[in-house]
Nanobody, 121 residues
Framework: QMQLVESGGGSVQAGGSLRLSCVAS????????MGWFRQVPGKGREGVAG????????YYADSVKGRFTMSRDNAKNTVYLEMNSLKPEDTATYYC??????????????WGQGTQVTVSS
């Protein structure tokens, strides 16, 4: 099993920045991808950013390209999501996810508990 714990959410004004962290623990050797998703009440979960752990290839949703940056620290089993130029529409619960057979934003198997990000105008 694998556990994911997010942190770093909070409230910020439009144009501000936040950095989310996700620490992975447990059996991580089979993981081939990690990602960030977000969800607002009444809507489906949306893929935001992801990384193929073997190649380091990063991918982003069009809505966040140029504003959000995903990175990782392998020594700490941690991935980050740096969010800049935040907009009110970025308000959501953000989830960290991992999988062993992913394709872009599909196929994720493990999920964190989520961290709330609120952007005020």
């Amino acid at each position: 099993q694998m556990q994911l714990v997010e942190s770093g959410g909070g409230s910020v004004q439009a144009g501000g920045s936040l950095r989310l962290s996700c620490v992975a623990s447990g059996y991580t050797r089979s993981i081939t991808c990690m990602g960030w998703f977000r969800q607002v009440p009444g809507k489906g979960r949306e893929g935001v950013a992801g990384i193929y752990t073997t190649s380091g290839y990063l991918y982003y949703a069009d809505s966040v390209k140029g504003r959000f940056t995903m990175s990782r620290d392998n020594a700490k089993n941690t991935v980050y999501l740096e969010m800049n130029s935040l907009k009110p529409e970025d308000t959501a619960t953000y989830y960290c996810a991992a999988g062993d057979l992913c394709s872009q934003f599909a196929g994720y198997k493990y999920w964190g508990q989520g961290t709330q990000v609120t952007v005020s105008s």
